[in-house]
């Protein structure tokens, strides 16, 4: 019988007969998101059902130790999106009138996207980035690390 004990690796139960290959549970290791998070290359996703404007998305992902989805590769986000059905949710782009784009930790935006629109605020919509006034109403994604690995694999604790 096997039960995970941690949100990374299955291992056996205490005492029993069969103990399991770490080898193979290395190889099979998945990510650590909180449950209703969605992993993709590394970071767990969440897509919320409510809206809220692009500030209160953000504070919405600051209480979960996370942020509006960031740094994240256009396939990443569309990855994770992908389960959750086509809606558009804001992302952590966002611009001051005139100014580059930058994601919400200050980093400077890549540009290995378009981001469509003349907003300060972007989002994501079917598979592409555009933007709109950050006042708009609407559903939100958040990204962080996995779990608390930080992007790795956690060890077995068999």
């Known amino acids: 019988m096997v039960e995970a004990l941690t949100c990374c690796y299955p291992c056996a139960l205490p005492g029993a007969a069969i103990k399991p290959d770490t080898a193979a549970l290395r190889a099979s290791a998945a990510p650590c998101c909180d449950e209703g998070w969605i992993a993709s290359q590394g970071k767990c996703y969440y897509f919320s059902e409510e ?8 504070n919405y992902c600051s209480s979960h130790a996370a942020s509006l989805a960031a ?7 569309n990855t994770a999106m992908h389960h959750k059905g086509p809606s558009d949710h804001w992302v952590g782009l966002r611009r001051e009138p005139g100014q580059p784009w930058r ?14 629109g003349a907003g300060l605020c972007a989002y994501l919509d079917d598979g592409v980035v555009n933007s709109t006034g950050c006042d708009t109403e609407r559903k939100w994604a958040c990204s962080k690390l996995d779990g608390e690995t930080g992007g790795k694999q956690r060890a077995p604790k068999c």
């Open 71 to 77: 740094n994240s590769s256009l396939e990443a986000l």
């Open 103 to 116: 994601w919400v930790d200050g980093a400077a935006f890549n540009h290995l996207f378009e981001i469509r």
């Open 51 to 58: 809206e809220g404007n692009w500030k209160s998305g953000q």
